[in-house]
């Protein structure tokens, strides 16, 4: 199991280089092969280098930005079959191709926007947003304040309006179910229940949407960003669940951040925010 922190490695630039040019070399030399044992040495080579190469450069990205790599090796597979297409001349696979080619490089583009992130940073394992400075991150200071159980459900019970903004953690402890429940509950207490997501919560694009339609969550309380972000003002509470960098004021407020301006939900300006 890889780990989530980026492998910074002093020479990653040259060992990918290197690595790119030996699998180009090897299969310049498949190409060209007088006998059966050089070729297939030599794709054993590419193939090698290339396996070394793919896990290396995916190792350098670091877990944060694990969506923006799926996304953009689902497009790779869509013009792998796209090219495949073309040298075995069957339509329907360079049809199928360019279909998932495209649509991985359009979700590619949208989660790179919705985080400020330039793609050629991302493959190559670059850290920051487009907008991020070249000074030291601003460092917080305080104190969190803590609630329990029996302090959260009298803040819900007095609320008039609650959001909650969902992230990664929310699919991982599975809680969609028990968290429907809790929102039926505030709803038939005649509460303004809405859930707010943004574009890069969870793992993919739409993850939350799925995960929360899974539960049964109605349509009509599920908002994106652009949608609630301005309605934050007149929130009486909101609930984090499992969320981080997508409510971190770090991306308005430090231009050092390494989310330096990153859209994000404006969670800060409700009355009460409770963080899980």
């Not at 280098?49 to 597979?77: C, E, K």
């Not at 009486?236 to 330096?260: K, Y």
Request: hydrophobic letters at 45%; proline letters at 4%; glycine letters at 12%.
């Amino acid at each position: 199991r890889m780990a989530s922190a980026p492998m910074k490695l002093p020479a990653r630039d040259q060992i990918n280089m290197g690595l790119g040019a030996a699998t180009l070399g090897a299969g310049a030399v498949l190409m060209g092969a007088p006998e059966l044992g050089t070729g297939l040495a030599a794709l054993g080579g590419a193939l090698g280098t290339s396996g070394v190469l793919g896990w290396h450069m995916t190792a350098s990205i670091g877990g944060a930005d694990m969506p923006v790599v799926i996304t953009v090796l689902n497009s790779y597979s869509g013009w792998a079959l796209c090219a495949e297409g073309f040298m075995l001349d069957m339509p329907i696979l360079t049809t199928v191709g360019a279909l998932i080619g495209c649509s991985g490089a359009a979700l590619t583009k949208i989660m790179c926007d919705a985080m400020n992130r330039d793609i050629a940073s991302v493959i190559l394992g670059g850290y920051g947003t487009k907008a991020t400075g070249g000074g030291e991150a601003v460092q917080f200071e305080g104190e969190a304040t803590m609630t329990n159980i029996d302090e959260t459900v009298k803040m819900l019970t007095d609320a008039e309006s609650v959001i909650i903004v969902p992230g990664y953690g929310l699919a991982v402890a599975k809680g969609q179910y028990p968290l429907k429940d809790m929102v039926d509950s505030l709803v038939k207490a005649g509460k303004k229940v809405r859930f707010a997501i943004h574009p890069v919560a969870g793992r993919m694009p739409g993850q939350l949407n799925v995960l929360l339609a899974e539960a049964g969550v109605p349509y009509d309380i599920v908002e994106e960003m652009e949608e609630i972000n301005d309605d934050f003002n007149d929130t009486d509470v909101v609930l984090v669940i499992g969320a981080n960098d997508t409510v971190n004021s770090a991306a308005e407020d430090d231009p050092n951040s390494q989310i330096a301006g990153m859209p994000v939900m404006r969670v800060w300006k409700a009355k009460q925010v409770i963080v899980m």
